[in-house]
């Protein structure tokens, strides 16, 4: 079945250090892509995604580029801030109807002063 | 207005018990769904409904039955609780077509003594 699979965590910055979480992905079709984050004791919300291969989804500073060659999604931010410690969820939605989210265990984020 | 809203926030009670979570969304969307997140952040969708009609349930324990009384409520009613029953069960809504991203609420942690 369809599966996300991104780094463990959790990641450790220094405020402006550049963010890199890995996604890869397997899923029969063409999903799309999305990055989700949840801030402590919140729902998750959407990031950003691409809904097909070569797309760039981009929101607040980060990106992520959909990868069909390579299978991956990775998000990316030049500078981070404190404020985006959180949990970053990288998902698939199922194709055919099912509309079904497929997450990654997701991964944790501190930033430090 | 919150878009999605779920009640309780906080639910702690003890083993063997029966127990509702209700989902409310303002947003017009045709498909809900409720996520189980447990204690290491993992997400897995249980249910989901579009127009009032199951769509998806995910291998669920039977003692898990979810009601959709109208578009805009999907309510989760457990029987029997059990300690692993404990995590934080989101509910979520999306239009309900491919590539839309899906809205959540903010999570209901569920405490079985």
């Known amino acids: 079945g369809d599966s996300v699979t991104q780094m463990e965590g959790p990641v450790t910055l220094s405020e402006e250090a550049f963010l890199t979480i890995n996604c890869t992905y397997t899923?029969?079709?063409?999903?799309?892509l999305f990055w989700y984050v949840q801030y402590p004791g919140e729902g998750l919300q959407l990031l950003l995604k691409?809904?097909?291969?070569?797309d760039k989804g981009s929101n607040k500073g980060f990106e992520a580029t959909y990868r069909k060659e390579t299978t991956s999604f990775h998000l990316e931010k030049g500078s981070v801030q404190v404020s985006d410690s959180a949990v970053y969820f990288c998902?698939?939605?199922?194709?055919?109807?099912?509309?079904?989210?497929?997450f990654g265990k997701g991964t944790k984020l501190t930033v430090n002063p | 207005d919150t878009a999605v809203s779920q009640t309780p926030k906080y639910l702690v009670t003890q083993m063997g018990n029966d127990k509702s979570i209700k989902c409310e969304q303002n947003?017009?969307?045709?498909?809900m769904y409720w996520y189980k997140q447990d204690s290491k952040k993992f997400l897995k969708i249980m249910f989901s409904?579009?127009?009032?009609?199951?769509?998806i349930n995910e291998t669920v324990p039977n003692r898990f039955s979810p009601k959709s009384p109208d578009k805009a409520h999907l309510n989760l009613h457990i029987n029997s609780l059990e300690l692993g029953d404990s995590a934080v069960y989101f509910c979520?809504?999306?239009?309900?077509?491919?590539?839309?991203?899906?809205?959540f609420g903010d999570g209901t942690r569920l405490s079985i003594l």
């Open positions: 979520a809504t999306s239009h309900g077509t491919d590539n839309q991203p899906q809205h």
């Open positions: 899923a029969t079709g063409y999903p799309s």
């Open positions: 691409a809904t097909k291969a070569d």
């Open positions: 998902a698939l939605d199922h194709q055919g109807g099912s509309e079904k989210l497929v």
């Open positions: 947003l017009g969307h045709d498909t």
């Open positions: 409904y579009n127009n009032k009609e199951l769509i």
